[in-house]
């Protein structure tokens, strides 16, 4: 059965964990292998991470959106902001580039995003907020359980 779904929090650090997991049980159902739930994880959690440290820097004042769809075996999920957004779309993207270098794992953020989805588009405009929008095909099920013979 297909699903959709909308979540809104504020912007504290303390939220990413929170979605993550909201997250995690909502692609459940699709029974994901070890390295597509880990991938899905990451991508929520570097978008997620950006749009409070980034978008809001952290001002408990701004909202944090994740709308999430499931077609089939196919996620697809928007995380939006309306905080300070970003001039140079391009520069952002690309890998290392980070306005905050005193981060872990800086400016990789994207380049991780891109890796681990299908498609990943991204909507920027200054002093208006940020949307990223990535879908992700899961694959089929294959288990390995068959009944068995006394
Ligand atoms: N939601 C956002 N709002 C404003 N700026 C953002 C947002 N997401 C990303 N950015 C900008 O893009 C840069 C690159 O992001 P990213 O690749 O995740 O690296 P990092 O988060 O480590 O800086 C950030 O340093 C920031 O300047
Ligand atoms: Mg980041």
Do not use: C
Request: proline share 3%; no cysteine; charged share 25%.
């Amino acid at each position: 059965m297909d699903n959709e779904m909308t979540l809104s929090f504020i912007a504290i650090s303390e939220n990413e964990g929170l979605a993550r997991m909201v997250m995690t049980s909502f692609i459940a159902s699709l029974d994901p292998t070890i390295d597509e739930l880990a991938e899905f994880k990451t991508i929520v959690s570097e978008a997620v991470t950006n749009a409070i440290i980034h978008g809001y820097e952290e001002d408990a004042q701004g909202i944090v959106t994740i709308r999430a769809k499931r077609d089939g075996r196919k996620i697809t999920m928007t995380i939006s902001d309306e905080g300070r957004g970003i001039s140079d779309l391009e520069q952002a993207m690309e890998p290392l580039f980070t306005t905050k270098p005193e981060r872990e794992r800086s400016g990789m953020g994207f380049t991780i995003m891109e890796s681990f989805s299908d498609h990943l588009s991204v909507w920027s405009e200054p002093q208006k907020g940020t949307a990223i929008t990535f879908s992700k095909d899961f694959s089929p099920i294959h288990s390995k359980i068959t009944m068995g013979e006394r």
